[in-house]
């Protein structure tokens, strides 16, 4: 297959990259300061810092936390990335289960694991939707001052009651992976309404400079990617726009299905559905979930274990050239 980038983006890629060129600075430039403020526009607001990955980013922000030598709440149902930042923060990792409903933290299973020693709790937007119970868990995490930090590397486009993801705790991550609603090859995006988590994360990325405070890495953007990001957000409205027809006319095809609440958006990085096998499908979220992958007990994981057997993604990549089918052919496909 195929990456689909249009002619009149190419150009516009191109001439941002003179620009690039002109400017004489291939990074800590004004191109990632120019994505930034475009990101912060687009997400409502929040202060904005670029990386170079979404890892590095959660790894910052863990750390903008504190959260070294406690306890992270994960859930299970994640890709690695969320586990690996807060072990490499410096935390013990407390697996979650999720919502069969939503595919994310489960609230009621959350409260049952929070101790004396928790320090933080990663959400994970599952395939393009915000978690069903995030305002209720921001609500829950603010009154015990626990920070809430949001894995945002599916959420492009989400929006709950005109909400967007990143914006409930302290702050929340985006990635921008080639395969990603938003690609860019590489890169990520950390948010934030804190202005200290937003000056600390902005150091980190940088080895800490000038006055090396903090200890951090190097996770800069470099001025060519916050290129192809302005060309990709520009873009990103028609990407969104095709994902959400086709997930229309899924709507009428598929009953057993992750099911929006009321003013949720979705981005649909993913459509899920809880029937197995379609004859063409893009596999799982998640092929297995992170306490199976870390050799970790299972004990009241029982949701994320079902899940993991009992759902599949029908294809909604950006390009997929069976997109433009009736409903009716769509179902004959995808059902045979
Ligand atoms: C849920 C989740 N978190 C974090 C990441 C890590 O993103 P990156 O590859 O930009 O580090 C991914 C990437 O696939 C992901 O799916």
Redesign the pocket.
Known sequence: MKIPFEAEYRRRYHDLLEEVFDSDFLSEGRMVRRFETEMSACLGGPETVAVC??????LALLEAAGVGGGEVIVPSN??M??PLAAIRAGADVVFADCNREDLCLSLTDLKTRITSRTRAVIV?H?GGHIAFEIEEMAAYLAERDIALIE?C??AHGAEYNGRQAGTYGLGG?Y???A??TMPLG???LVVTRDARAAEFVRSWRNYGKYDYKVSGFNARMNEMTAALGLVQLERLPRILAWKRDLAAKYDRIFEKRVRLPRNMVSGYYKYIVFERPLAEETGRV?DSPCHEIMGRSGDGLANTDWVKSNHACAPIYYGWDRAESTPEALAAHLLS
């Open positions: 990955n979404a890892g590095l980013g959660l994640t890709f990335a969320t994970v599952i894995d590397a599916h991550v990635s921008f992976y395969t990603k590489e890169g990520g998640f």
